[in-house]
């Protein structure tokens, strides 16, 4: 089993309308948990973090984590052309490492 | 403005050469990454360092070597003991500390290819 799991898509969405991404993860004891935007050919950008059950809201950006069920999901509302990209998720692993999930690819329709 | 500036952006090795890749911070940041990065894949770490003169071997450092000698630096040699060395390569930082919450902070990349 890998360490993070995350469905490659592509996840296409229409203009206007909510992306759902999920993430799983296998070590129990992971405390932080990230996610990054990477457009094509370029460097990832932090776009949330979450260290804590529940939801966190940043703008049209929502992510939840589930500890127990060891998942962590991210929420795009309002999807935009300009949000098509790919979406990493990581958790911090032992010894102040990340350990990120192969990014699921996110295509907004006009 | 504060950052991460990698250089060069394209890197093209010869077969038996040996290249260094630059990356440098000005956010004050203890801890640096060096991650590599294929197509279609995600991220996968090389070597990272929490303080000055002082790395630890990640996932996958066969290949590769690092020194810290500056806070703000944190080279990367690819030499010719790594075989398949042509990949996106990604440096990035972070308050360190293993109590933190460790957000990492990227650096623009190195395309690198072998001839």
């Known amino acids: 089993q890998k360490e993070v799991e995350q469905n490659s898509g592509p996840l296409s969405v229409p203009e206007g309308a909510i992306a759902s991404l999920n993430c799983t993860y296998s070590?129990?004891?992971?405390?932080?948990f990230f996610w990054y935007r990477q457009y094509s050919g370029k460097s990832p950008e932090l776009i949330m973090s979450i260290y804590s059950n529940g939801d966190k809201e940043d703008g049209r950006f929502t992510a939840q984590l589930n500890k127990a069920s060891q998942y962590v999901s991210l929420l795009i509302r309002d999807s935009q052309p300009s949000d098509s990209a790919t979406y990493l998720c990581a958790f911090k692993a032992a010894g102040n490492k990340l350990t990120f999930g192969g990014g699921t690819r996110v295509l907004v329709k006009p | 403005d504060g950052g991460i500036t990698q250089s060069p952006k394209y890197l093209f090795r010869k077969e038996g050469q040996n290249v260094t890749l630059s990356c440098e911070q000005n956010l004050n940041h203890d801890a640096m990454y060096w991650y590599r990065q294929d197509p279609g894949q995600g991220l996968r770490l090389i070597y990272y360092?929490?303080?000055?003169?002082?790395?630890q071997k990640g996932d996958i450092a066969e290949g590769y070597s690092v020194s810290r000698e500056k806070k703000e630096s944190f080279p990367l040699t690819v030499t010719s003991a790594q075989k398949n060395p042509t990949a996106f390569y990604l440096c990035?930082?972070?308050?360190?500390?293993?109590?933190?919450?460790?957000?990492?902070?990227f650096g623009p990349g190195t395309r690198l290819t072998v001839l």
């Open positions: 360092s929490q303080i000055v003169n002082d790395f």
């Open positions: 070590d129990r004891g992971s405390q932080s």
């Open positions: 990035a930082s972070s308050i360190a500390g293993a109590g933190g919450r460790n957000e990492q902070f």
